[in-house]
């Protein structure tokens, strides 16, 4: 594992829980109070989940400092098969790991889009946009679509190459045009 400060320090944490859950075990069978052995590996359990959680929370705070977006996030969710949250902590995770690990995230970005350009007939994230019939006719006109449903199709590959910001433009000059 690239983290290993977290890592040893979750080793650590189980090592003491065990040891702790033996003493309560060996105070039982001697008829001693067995309460504050037990109290203590509660607190320690806690205290783990406790890391577990500010870890997650600056995985997540990573990904939004960093320069991907929620469309590279949805591209590598259907890859991975997670939802769109675990795939931002997951990308964090990454940056976080170093640039080798970056790397790997740039190489399984393409992989997605890659994949993902196999069937864009399914408009599966246009669907999650707020684009309109009329957006999508505009566009078309623009581009020199055929239809508004060519545009569509457009849209749906600009999203899977992380162009949502030229689709933005676009449309915006496309309604300025008279």
């Known amino acids: 594992m690239k983290n290993s400060k977290t890592l040893h320090l979750s080793i650590l944490l189980a090592i003491a829980a065990v040891l702790a859950a033996g003493s309560a075990q060996a105070a039982a069978s001697a008829g001693q109070l ?3 052995i037990s109290a203590g590996a509660d607190a320690m359990l806690k205290c783990d989940n406790e890391i577990s959680q500010n870890y997650a929370q600056t995985e997540l705070e990573t990904f939004f400092s960093s320069g991907y977006t929620y469309w590279d996030a949805a591209q590598l969710a259907s890859y991975w098969g997670q939802d769109v ?3 931002k902590a997951r990308i964090g995770r990454k940056i976080l790991w170093g640039p080798a690990d970056v790397a790997l995230l740039e190489q399984f970005l393409l992989d997605a889009r890659l994949e993902s350009l196999q ?5 599966r994230f246009y669907s999650e946009t707020s684009y309109t019939y009329d957006d999508a006719a505009a566009l078309a006109e623009f581009w020199g679509d055929a239809t508004p449903y060519d545009a569509k199709l457009r849209i749906e590959r600009n999203l ?3 162009n949502a910001d030229e689709v933005e433009y676009a449309l915006e000059l496309a309604n300025s045009q008279p």
């Open 160 to 162: 899977i190459m992380g």
């Open 119 to 123: 069937s864009v007939d399914d408009l």
């Open 85 to 87: 949250d675990e795939a």
């Open 34 to 36: 067995q309460a504050p």
